[in-house]
Structure formats: C-alpha cells, structure tokens
C-alpha cells in the first residue's frame, strides 16, 4: 500500500466537537489515504461515529477543517459529498426491492436507464447475490440486507466508503465470513474503506491502518502489528489483545524495575527513576524451571484453549497471565523468562501518585470539630478536622481512598470514568470531573465511560492549608 | 429533517383557530352586549346551577355504567386469539360509525309508546312510559360512548402478557386475586383514558336529553345552545364553567390515575 | 370462550346492534308508525327523489374530503416538527394541540361561531362552507398530529441520511423515502379525520350559518320535525356503506399480514 502524501483524499484537521457540554471529539487529526482500509477502533462512546458522521458530512465540527482532495468541504451537504455510508442497522429502504434501493443514487443523478441496470447487476455480483434484483429487502438475511446496503453504497462509486459497525448486528460465524468478504469487496473496486468498530480481532485481521480512540481523542494510529506490538500506553495495550499490564519504574536507559525486580529492556529516553506502565503480551512470556528467571510464580489455574494452554500465575501478589504450547499444572512454581525486546515501557496516562486537590471551607464547627467544603461545585463535611472557615485546603488523597459510591451518594456526583485497567493485583481506574482527573484503586471492574458518584475517604487524606494563601 | 419550521403553519392554525376562539369566550364571558366589563353573566348563568349539577351527575352515572359494563368485555377480548380480537374490535366499532343522531334516534323509535318494547311489555302486563325520563337519558348516554370505554380498556389489557397472568397463577393466586394484583393495576392506564373519553362528551353533549329525556330533562349542552343564540355573553360564561369543571375533573383523574400506576 | 363470557359478549352486542337493526327493519315498513303494515322499498325512492338529502350528502362528502386531506398535510407537517423540539416545548406543544381534542365539542362550536360571526360583521361576510370547512380542519389536525407523531419517532432516522448520504436534497429525501415511513400514520389520521368530519353535528351546527346543510344537519332537522320513515332508510343505506367500507378494509389488512407472516 502506497502511502505517498499525495494520495490523501480525506483529512481531518483539529476536529472539535461538544454535545451539551460534553466534549465528544476533543481536537483530532486523521488522514486517509486512497484505497486503504482504515479501521477507527474504540469502545463505545469514544467519537468514533462522530468521527465517520463528520466524514459524512451528516455532523458540523463546532471547530476544525474537513479537507476532501485538498479542498475544505465544511458545511458541504451529505447529498454533495463523494462518500458514501453503510449504516450501523443497514438502513434499507424498506418499500423498495433490492434493485430500487441499489439504483436509488443512480436514479436520483438521472443515470440513462442502461446504464443503471448493467451497473446494479455489476454490482449485485461482486457482493455475491446474482439474481436478487425482485427480492423485498424485508425477505432478505442479515447477511444478505448487508450485501444490499455495501451495494447501494458502493455503485455510487464514491471515493471513500464509511462503515458504521456493519457486522454488529450479525451472529459470529456470519461476521467471520463477513470479515473476509468486506476486504476482498475493497479489493475489488479498490475503495478507500473506512470502518468503524469496536471490536479489536476485526480490526486486526481486516485493517490496513488502526485508528485507536479513546475519550474523544486518537490514541495510536498504525499498522496493525505496530499497534499490537508497540502499543503507545496501557489503554491501547488493554484494548487490542490480552496483555499484562504492570506498574514500573524506569531506573535508566534499558533497565526497569517491576515487582522489585531489575530487568533488562530494550526502550531509552524515558529518564531516571520514571514511574511507567509495563505491557508484556502473555504469548512472549516464556515458562521455565525456577532458579533460571528472576521472576517466580505459582500456577493458580489452567485453561486448555486449543492452540495453547492459558495459565493465570500468581507471583508477588500480582497475577499473570501466560500463554504457552505446554502446560504447567496447579500448584507448580514456574519462572517467568521475558526477552528485553518483548517487554514495553510505555508513558503513564495519567502521571500521580496521589490525588492533590484544593478545597474552600464554607462553614466550620470548632466543637464538632468538622469542616464543610466546597470542591467543583460540590459541597460535603469531613470530620475530625477544624479549619477557619474562608480558607483554602490542599488535600491528598491516595488512590486508595477514592471509591465509587455504592448506594449513589458520592462527594462528587457525576464524575467520568475516563479508563479501567486491570494492573495484576487491581484495578487501575481513571476518572475526570469537571475540573481535574483522579486516579483510583479498586478490587472492583468499573464500566467505562459511565457516569458515577466519586466517595473520598478522608482517614487516608492528608489536609492541610494551601501554602501562600489565607493565612492570617 | 431536523427543522422545527414544517410545525409553523399548525402553531399559527391553533392561536387563530383554537387560542383565539377561547380568549373571546372569555372576554365575551366578563362582558356585556357593550363590551363593558361585567360579571353579571356569571350572576346569570348562576341560575342554571341545578342543571350544571344535573349534567354532571347523568355524565357521572353513565361513565360509571360504561365502565362496569366494559371493563369485562374489554378483558373477555384482550384474552381471544388475535383473530377473534380484531373481529369483535370491529364489531364494537361499526355502531360508532353510524351518525351520532341516527343511533339517537333509534332509541327514539325503539322507546316510543308503541314502539317493540313497548309492545312487548305490554304484553307481559306491564305498561309504563319508557321514553321522557332521566333513566332513558342515561341509557341513550351509555349506549353512544360505551365503545369509546372499550376500545381503550381492551388496548391496554391487550398489552398484558398471557405469561405474567400464569405467572401468578403458577405462584398460588386465584382468580380474583390476579384479577386484583395484576390485571386491574395495569388496566389504570386504560381506565383513565376511557373515563376521559366518556365523560367529556357526556357531561357537554347535547340533544341526547332533547330527544330521549322528558321536559325537565335537559343539561347544560342544551341550556348553552339555547341561550347563545340570543345571549351569547351568558352562553360564554356558561361554557367557560363547563371548560373549567371539565379541566378540573381531568386534572384530579389523571392525578389518581398516576398514584393508581405507582401503588 | 367460556359459557358465561360467551353470553356477556353476546348480550352486549346485543345491546349494540338492536336500535341499529330496528331502523333497518322499519326502513321496510309499508306505514309511518312503529306498527308492522308490510313490505315496501318506498321511503327509499323517496330518498333518492329528496335532492335536500342528495346534496347534503355531497356536501358532507366534500367537506370531509377537503378537512381530511388538508388536516393531513398540515399534521403531518407539524407531527416533524414537534418531533425535532425539546424538552418543554415539545411537551408545551403537544399539550395544545391535545386542548383542541379535549375541549368539549359544543364550546368549539361556540367559540369558532363567536369568531366567525365578528369576523363576519367586520369583513362582511356570512357563515357557510369555508367556515365549516376552517372548523373541520381544526378539530381534525390534532388527531393527524397523534398518528403521525409515534410513526417519526419510531421512524429510523438514518433511512433519511441514507438518502442524504446517495444524493438526495432533504425534500427529495422526504419525497422518496421518509413519506413511505409516515404513510401508515398518515392513512390512519385521514381516515379518522374523514369519520370525525362525517360524523360531527355540534360543530358544523353553530358554524354553517343559515344556508349550508350537510347530512347531520338534514337528520337534525328531519327527526326536530316529525319522524319520517324516510330517515330509516337514511340509516339503512349508511350502515350498509359503513359495513362494506369495514368488510373491504379488513380483508385487506388480513391479506397484508397473511403476507407478512408468510415473509417471516
């Protein structure tokens, strides 16, 4: 695949959008080149669809430029774009049969009647339903309504073609056939494709490009393997294959230090004794007798998996997971033996170690000894502290002391769950509210990109007066 | 698509055809023959306070038989096949397709001295007037907005899952207990809009007492029909009370049948 | 069905059907009382020979005609609308145009008479069709706007974008494809809109002014006089339309979903 920058047809150029005071796309680049297959991978709500809608032309940027060969088509109508979409629940034109609705473009542009009908049959064989023509949409598959949707699309012979999670709504062993059909579709008319979803194996095997997003913003944009191999931080690590993922620390160039133990790496340039995330995929870890790795651990459970044996590995307090051709029973110590280049650093997303955030006392009782705060717009009591009220309070909290509130009553109401990584001994949780983004611990899944209540727990929190300001 | 102008011309249709309308039956309502500001109209249509009451409580009474009357039928047809659901939909609604003074009249003709009834009583012995009273009033009420109780009440108890009936059955109630537990909370719905649609119509309707009531028996449809003609201004304010006890009956039944859905 | 609800059912319809069927008898009755005297058809050929009734009866049909068809265009229109507001206004909306059905007829009657008689006087001019039909418009759009209103926002909007997204300007895209989308909603708010105008007396009684008649007003007037067998046959033919127009509607919508279920 050419990937000349002369062959850029569409170009996305600091792309803002907001909903309600939601930021959905916060400020984007994207590129796509002619024929490639672009895949745009996330989890739900990350502004993926925003992102193909905007292509689209179905959706204004609040801020940005749309470029299509090199000229801005901001504000331009779908109706006058050259893309065209297939969409998430296919869309068809239910009082049509499938040659109205794979003719409808055609016939709106008043294409002479001949040519309407060689094309449509053209058509009609490259996605594979050869005499469907006189069938209602309605008594068509899945599968097939599919077919018909990427047809109607395709025959406008549009120089990108979206895809909005086309096989969402397909069993799994359709999807698979699917898969394989859709790339050989853009083989075929050599269409720049670009697709949408969020699952990861699809983007994989289908993709010559991945575009990762998360949060309204592109995490990592490459090629498939590079994504998986060399993913840019835990997010995209999480989210494209199994991996573990670990705290560490860089203590120089080539060498990191996890679980307490100095290890030999092949990544520079993150400094001195820098706290990173650690991705090890559970294929390149390898299993040998105790004495010869410096990490050891004891086999906690075995699942045969067909091609290989999954083993979840217990080792100082942090659990594994460990892919390999041979199995080690339960209970067995095993060493854990990882090459210097299978092991990538990556930057943390979110860099504290503590929660510090500032507080202003609003009313104060001496002899309860108990203070009520106000922090974002939020106002709640913490005890067994007195500050004058008025003051300014600086407060750490660990990431320890920061939960979500079961029962709904949180400190902070409505706070965002921004990413939920699983770091072998727990959850690593990040969370956003209006003003600032927390870091959280927790033995508990999360759902991402949720809305919940954040619970302090003050015991934990070091309180004091903001330094330099109301001191009397 | 997402324009909100294609609602303009019917925004503007109901301030001239249906706002307007209503602010001078108001004005007309606090006015007099001169356009001075008065609530003599009020005074006045304070005289036919017996009848309002009487409207009311024949509108009561009917709403109340077509209620009892078609809260069965309407659970008898919620429970059919579907086929046989739609069958009797349709029977009910095909009377209601006959003009509203037709289906009036044939009352008229079936009560009549003389008329089958009559006759048929007579020859059991029994002769009375059947016809010029408050009883064939109501009847006739009943009989012109019975389907307007079913339809809604069957809609709804349609809706009710055959399982969830099992369900309890499965679960050790009896009959009334379900009927108690289940069917009736979640008829509510029902209840409330078919009791809307009955009341209304016949707490305002006129020429029903006309035809099928006697010389007393008129309500207050009739009272403003006969009184706009020459006083339109004793007239408004006789409909703005009717307007007014309608509104307030709505807002109460829709507030019992919101805590109905809750409990 | 069981016993006891197959009697319930039964006496009910019954109940329903008996005043329906006496007309239809006494349409038949060879004398002008409720007493038996023989078989006749005349009181239907003198019907045929009443031309009052004859144009009556096409100025029942042309008014609702026109009031059905303009309130579905005008509902239709409002039915998008009000779909694309929000929150409270939506709401706000919505709630005046159910005002118009919940108003008992007789004060629309009133209040549109009371309008139209000062307009009248103002602009000079008398009551008659046009102020029937304005009326009729009135009390029919709501309904439009109530059947229409579930079919959008059950309508899956991205049909429209498709057609957006293969060519089509917004009104060729509501032209070729949202139409087909409403359509269900629109038929059903026609048709009760037609029924409704048919059907109603009170509000053409105070808006037609002195000359215009239509078939409810001529029943008024024909039972207010003094009861004429000829308004059996009246009845009888209605009924039997009524009876037709269901008969043809429900064999279709059986075909319709035999097709369906044959399709699924």
Not at chain 1, 460 to 467: H, S, T
Not at chain 2, 21 to 35: H, K, Q
Not at chain 2, 43 to 48: C, H, L, M, S, T
Not at chain 2, 55 to 71: D, G, N, P, V
């Amino acid at each position: 695949m050419a990937n000349n920058k002369n062959d850029v047809i569409i170009s996305l150029r600091d792309i803002f959008v907001e909903f309600d005071g939601e930021v959905i796309l916060n400020h984007i680049n994207l590129d796509i080149k002619d024929k490639e297959f672009l895949t745009i991978l996330g989890p739900s709500g990350c502004g993926k669809t925003t992102t193909l809608r905007i292509i689209g032309g179905f959706l204004e940027p609040e801020q940005g430029t749309v470029t299509f060969e090199g000229e801005k088509i901001n504000g331009l109508p779908p109706y006058k774009r050259n893309v065209n979409t297939v969409f998430q629940k296919y869309s068809l034109f239910p009082h049509l049969n499938v040659f109205d609705n794979i003719a409808f473009g055609m016939k709106i542009k008043k294409l002479p009647k001949n040519e309407i009908k060689r094309r449509v049959k053209e058509m009609l064989a490259i996605v594979d339903l050869k005499g469907y023509e006189k069938r209602s949409v309605s008594k068509l598959s899945g599968g097939q309504q599919q077919r018909v949707a990427i047809a109607r699309a395709l025959v406008c012979d549009p120089k990108v073609l979206l895809l909005d999670e086309p096989l969402g709504a397909l069993d799994l062993k359709l999807r698979k056939n699917m898969q394989w059909e859709l790339k050989q579709i853009q083989q075929k008319t050599n269409t720049a494709f670009v697709y949408v979803t969020h699952d990861q194996e699809e983007a994989l095997t289908m993709s010559d490009t991945v575009v990762v997003m998360n949060n309204g913003v592109i995490e990592q944009i490459g090629a498939p393997a590079d994504v998986y191999n060399e993913p840019v931080n835990a997010f995209v690590a999480d989210f494209i294959g199994e991996a573990n993922i670990l705290n560490g620390t860089m203590l120089d160039d080539c060498r990191v230090k996890i679980l307490g133990e100095e290890l030999e790496c092949v990544d520079k340039g993150f400094g001195q004794n820098t706290p990173v995330d650690i991705v090890i995929r559970p294929e390149d870890i390898e299993v040998v007798k105790p004495e010869e790795a410096k990490l050891v651990g004891e086999v906690t459970e075995v699942v045969f998996k067909g091609v290989h044996y999954e083993m979840t590995v217990m080792c100082k307090g942090c659990e594994w997971i460990i892919h390999s051709t041979e199995c080690s029973p339960v209970g067995s110590k095993i060493g854990m033996k990882i090459i210097p280049f299978n092991i990538q650093i990556m930057n943390k997303m979110f860099l504290a170690e503590k929660n510090t955030f500032y507080a202003e006392v609003i009313s104060a009782s001496e002899e309860e000894n108990k203070i009520t705060v106000k922090v974002e717009d939020s106002e709640f009591d913490i005890e067994n502290y007195y500050f004058e009220t008025g003051s300014t309070l600086e407060i750490s909290l660990p990431p320890r002391a920061l939960s979500i509130a079961g029962d709904g009553v949180g400190h902070i109401d409505d706070v965002y769950i921004e990413s939920v990584i699983f770091k072998g001994e727990h959850n690593e949780i990040i969370l956003e509210s209006d003003e600032q983004k927390w870091l959280m611990q927790s033995d508990v899944d999360e759902q991402v990109a949720t809305y919940v209540p954040l619970k302090f727990d003050f015991t934990q929190a070091e309180i004091k007066l903001k330094e330099g300001a109301n001191e009397t | 698509m997402r324009l909100k102008r294609p609602s303009i011309p019917y925004i503007i249709w109901m301030v001239v055809f249906t706002m307007i309308p209503i602010v001078l039956i108001l004005f007309s309502a606090f006015t007099d023959r001169n356009g001075n500001f008065t609530t003599a109209s009020f005074v006045k249509a304070f005289g036919y306070f017996d009848v309002f009451l009487k409207s009311l409580w024949i509108a009561f009474i009917s709403t109340l038989i077509c209620l009892i009357l078609a809260y069965p039928i309407g659970y008898i047809m919620s429970r059919q096949k579907k086929s046989v659901q739609n069958t009797l939909t349709m029977v009910i609604m095909i009377p209601m397709w006959m003009n509203f003074l037709l289906r009036i009249y044939a009352w008229v003709t079936l009560l009549q001295n003389g008329g089958p009834i009559d006759t048929m009583l007579s020859f059991l012995g029994i002769h009375t007037t059947l016809l010029g009273n408050q009883g064939a009033v109501i009847l006739g009420m009943v009989y012109e907005y019975l389907p307007f109780m079913v339809l809604p009440l069957y809609s709804v108890m349609a809706k009710i899952d055959n399982g969830l009936i099992e369900a309890a059955e499965d679960l050790g109630s009896g009959r009334l207990t379900v009927m108690r537990k289940i069917v009736f909370p979640l008829s509510v719905p029902g209840i409330v809009s078919g009791v809307t649609m009955v009341f209304v119509p016949s707490a305002s309707t006129f020429l029903v007492a006309q035809y099928l009531g006697g010389v007393d028996d008129i309500m207050i449809g009739d009272v403003i029909d006969r009184i706009f003609w020459s006083d339109n201004n004793t007239g408004s304010a006789i409909a703005l009370v009717l307007m007014a006890a309608i509104l307030i009956f709505l807002i109460i039944l829709n507030f019992f049948g919101d805590e109905e859905a809750i409990a | 069905m069981k016993k006891l609800t197959k009697l319930y059912t039964a006496l009910i319809i019954v109940f329903m059907y008996m005043p329906i069927v006496t007309l239809i008898l006494f349409s038949f009755n060879n004398g002008k009382t409720t007493v038996w005297k023989g078989f006749t058809l005349r009181w239907y050929t003198d019907l045929f020979r009443d031309s009052q009734i004859i144009s009556s009866l096409w100025n029942t049909l042309l008014v609702a005609f026109l009031a059905s068809i303009f309130a579905t265009i005008l509902g239709t229109m409002a039915a998008i609308g009000i779909n694309n507001f929000k929150g409270k206004k939506k709401i706000f909306i919505q709630n005046a145009s159910n005002i118009e059905i919940l108003t008992p007829d007789i004060v629309t009657g009133v209040a549109l008479m009371l309008m139209f008689t000062m307009l009248g006087t103002a602009f000079h001019f008398k009551m008659g069709f046009v102020t029937v039909l304005l009326s009729h418009i009135t009390f029919c759009t709501p309904y439009v706007v109530l059947n229409v209103l579930p079919r959008i926002r059950h309508m899956d909007y991205s049909v429209y974008e498709a057609a957006l997204d293969l060519g089509c300007n917004p009104w060729q895209a509501f032209r070729k494809v949202v139409i087909h989308e409403l359509m269900p909603g629109m038929v059903s708010g026609f048709l009760m809109s037609f029924t409704f105008s048919m059907d109603d007396f009170v509000i053409t009684y105070f808006t037609r002014g002195s000359a215009f008649q239509t078939l409810s007003i001529q029943i008024y007037s024909m039972t207010h006089q003094r009861i004429s067998p000829k308004i059996n046959a009246l009845s009888a033919l209605l009924f039997a339309a009524i009876l037709i127009l269901m008969l043809i509607v429900n064999i279709k919508d059986r075909k319709v979903e035999k097709q369906q279920a044959q399709r699924v």
